[in-house]
């Protein structure tokens, strides 16, 4: 595989090198994932939307919560829909976990229907992000919350997605309670952008 390829990896794995890159994903999104599902307030009947959903890390926290509700996740990777379906089988059979190929720039949803749409570190890959935040506020319900959670760091792939730029860019989408929380660990910084879309807005 060619440089390039490799570097593309993270953004949308593939094949048998795409399993291990999912693997070490895994390992270092894990405080991430639980992190951010534990500030989305999923309630038992909640219908949940994720993002790129990668090894379905995170679905399957969401799914131990949204009990008698369900968990739907998107990706665009082939492989990691493979890999997360296994992971969260037995949610999946019972129809309490939905996933499925797309896009964060048209996704497959009717308006309003989500209480919750998070993603965690896919932002990077959205072009143009604004896009991506005005298809999450169509099929959010009035109320509905979303949750962006990205690295705060400053090498070249994420400087441009600094906490004030997300939230900014949060804000010009039409979202309002804007807030930004930093994650658990110093050592790995994270921080996750929190806000709401408009009540009554259809």
């Known amino acids: 595989m060619t440089q390039s390829g490799l570097r593309a990896q993270p953004g949308k794995p593939t094949g048998i090198v795409g399993r291990i890159v999912g693997y070490l994903m895994d390992i270092y999104n894990r405080e991430d994932n639980h992190w951010t599902v534990s500030l989305l307030n999923i309630g038992e009947t909640s219908k949940v939307l994720e993002i790129g959903f990668g090894t379905g890390l995170a679905i399957a926290d969401a799914a ?13 990777s082939e492989t990691m829909l493979k890999v997360a379906q296994k992971r969260n089988q037995s949610a999946v059979k019972s129809d309490r976990v939905r996933l499925q190929l ?12 989500f209480d919750i749409v998070y993603s965690i570190n896919c932002i990077y890959f959205w072009e143009p992000p604004t896009e991506g935040l005005a298809e ?8 509905g919350t979303v949750a ?46 929190i806000g709401n879309k408009l009540v009554n807005q259809k």
Do not use: Q
């Open 148 to 193: 962006i959670t990205a690295r705060n760091r400053d090498d070249e792939i994420y400087a441009r997605w600094k906490p004030n730029i997300v939230r900014d860019l949060l804000l010009s989408s039409g979202f309002v309670n804007v807030k930004i929380l930093d994650g658990p660990n110093p050592k790995h910084p994270i921080y996750c952008a």
């Open 136 to 143: 999450i506020y169509r099929v959010l319900k009035p109320e």
């Open 102 to 113: 797309g896009n964060v720039m048209a996704l497959p949803f009717e308006d309003n229907y």
């Open 64 to 76: 131990k919560i949204a009990t008698h509700g369900c968990v739907y996740g998107i990706d665009h």
